[in-house]
């Protein structure tokens, strides 16, 4: 397999239970949630129960689709894929 790059998702990809498959898959994306749940209580939480509209502000969007991201990366990090790029 060549080199492999992560791409991040931005504002517009948020979505009504964004991370509950990661959550239930991988540990180290569970992790991820926890520690931004640290910082930002509640955000695991919506992320997987609020609304299309509570998810389109802005002020929740920009958290939940950051964590998601980071999650999807943790956890593919944790089956050993290794970018050799982000963006």
């Given amino acids: 397999m060549g080199s492999v790059a992560f791409l991040f998702a931005g504002q517009g ?3 009504p239970a964004m991370g509950v498959d990661l959550i239930e898959a991988s540990p180290a994306a569970t ?18 129960s609020a609304s299309k509209e509570e998810l389109s502000q802005t002020e929740n969007t920009q958290p939940c689709v950051f964590v998601h991201d ?3 990366a943790a956890a593919l990090r944790e089956r050993g894929v290794v970018p050799a790029a982000c963006a």
């Fill in 70 to 72: 980071l999650a999807a």
């Fill in 13 to 15: 990809a948020q979505h």
């Fill in 31 to 48: 992790e991820v949630f926890a520690i931004a749940d640290e910082v930002r209580p509640g955000t695991s939480e919506q992320c997987r």
